[in-house]
């Protein structure tokens, strides 16, 4: 019998992705969802438990009926814009709601936890690569609430030995190459697949949020990784966490940066369509370039994200997108 991991957010883009490569290596993926902003639909490797993080009691009983070898901790409210104007929300769903999942794991014995953080907990820090040593200044909600779940973890950690890998995430993009799976969020707020609305005609042009940057095209630079890869990633993390190598802290990007243009060159190239697109004033909280240091799991995980180049993730993205599953 294949060994269960509670998959939590298993019902959205990255946590779907996950169920899939955690099939592909044996495991048996337990989707725990409340379905907030995740799709009954894109569960499809595993079963399925409604829940929500909140729920001791029905977490209790998830736990007791699979066993888990490990929880892959996905489910989280992440809109950074809606943190700041609701913080009580992400503070209540995403901490107290990780509180009460990892004190259910200890309870039940559960003896591993994969946790997706991100860089946004590394705050603004303008034209330096952020390694996993990079001081952690949030400068939203969304980036302050789990800088809090990563303590959480620690003094878990140390209190009742639950091994945990913490993984920062960068800019995640692409989907499912057999489209099985991929990206969509309501409302949506990242860039690959609002542009790929508006080359399909399904929203108005695409705003790009300054062009006065200190870049050399005056647009934002960030660091893009293949969902795939990064899933791949949570694979290697949880056979870390498997062999007894003990707690660790990766970030999870390539160490290259594009701008927003470069995005819409690329995307041009891939789709052979042009972008519609408007130039607006800068995002509040917008930083000028995020890239991340990933020599750690490349070297200690062993990980290999070669999935990640924007041909590839913007074309696993249109794949995806032309089968309609987005028109829902
Ligand atoms: N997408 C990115 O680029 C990115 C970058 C950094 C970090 N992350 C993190 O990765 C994780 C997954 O992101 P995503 O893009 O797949 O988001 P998503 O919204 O597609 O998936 C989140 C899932 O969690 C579920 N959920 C939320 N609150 C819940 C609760 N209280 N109980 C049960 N289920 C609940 C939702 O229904 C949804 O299915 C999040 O923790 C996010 O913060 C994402």
Same mark, same amino acid.
């Given at each position: 019998m294949s060994k269960s991991v509670i998959v939590t957010g298993g019902a959205g883009y990255i946590g779907s992705h996950a169920c899939k490569a955690l099939r592909a290596a044996?495991?048996?993926?337990?989707?725990?969802?409340?379905?907030?902003?995740?799709?009954?639909?894109?569960?499809?490797?595993? #079963?399925?438990?409604?829940?929500?993080l909140l729920d001791r009691a029905r977490l209790d009983e998830v736990f007791?009926?699979? %066993?888990?070898?490990?929880?892959?901790?996905?489910?989280?409210?992440? %809109?950074v814009g809606e943190s700041m104007k609701d913080p009580g929300k992400y503070w209540h769903n995403n901490v107290i709601g990780s509180l009460t999942l990892i004190e259910a *794991?200890?309870?039940?014995?559960?003896?591993?936890?994969?946790?997706?953080?991100?860089?946004?907990?590394?705050?603004? %820090?303008?034209?330096?690569?952020?390694?996993?040593?990079?001081? %952690?200044? #949030?400068?939203?909600?969304?980036?302050?609430?789990?800088? *809090?779940?990563?303590?959480?973890?620690?003094?878990?950690?140390?209190?009742?030995?639950?091994?945990?890998v913490i993984f920062r995430y960068f800019n995640v993009a692409g989907g499912d190459p057999e489209a099985e799976v991929g990206e969509f969020h309501q409302p949506e707020t990242h860039l690959i697949p609002l542009m790929l609305d508006a080359i399909s005609g399904k929203r108005d042009a695409l705003t790009i949020f300054g062009t006065d940057y200190d870049t050399p095209d005056g647009t934002c630079i960030r660091d893009y990784v293949h969902v795939c890869?990064?899933?791949?990633?949570?694979?290697?993390?949880?056979?870390?966490?498997?062999?007894?190598?003990?707690?660790?802290?990766?970030?999870?990007?390539?160490g290259k940066g594009f701008s927003v243009r470069e995005v819409i060159d690329?995307?041009?190239?891939?789709?052979?369509?042009d972008v519609p697109y408007v130039e607006g004033d800068r995002r509040p909280g917008d930083c000028t370039k995020l890239v991340s240091g990933s020599e750690r799991a490349i070297h200690e995980l062993g990980w290999t994200p070669d999935r990640s180049n924007l041909a590839q993730m913007i074309g696993d993205a249109w794949k995806w997108h032309q089968t309609g599953h987005y028109d829902k």
């Open positions: 044996g495991y048996e993926p337990v989707t725990f969802d409340n379905l907030s902003t995740g799709w009954e639909d894109a569960v499809k490797f595993g #079963p399925f438990e409604k829940g929500d007791a009926k699979y %066993q888990p070898v490990a929880v892959m901790h996905f489910a989280a409210f992440s %809109q *794991a200890v309870a039940a014995g559960c003896p591993n936890f994969v946790f997706s953080s991100t860089c946004a907990t590394y705050g603004d %820090q303008d034209n330096v690569v952020l390694d996993e040593a990079s001081v %952690q200044l #949030p400068i939203n909600s969304y980036g302050a609430s789990k800088r *809090a779940i990563e303590d959480i973890l620690e003094n878990f950690g140390a209190a009742y030995g639950l091994n945990h890869d990064l899933v791949d990633a949570h694979v290697l993390g949880l056979k870390w966490l498997e062999e007894g190598r003990g707690s660790r802290v990766f970030n999870l990007g390539t690329h995307s041009r190239a891939v789709t052979n369509k």
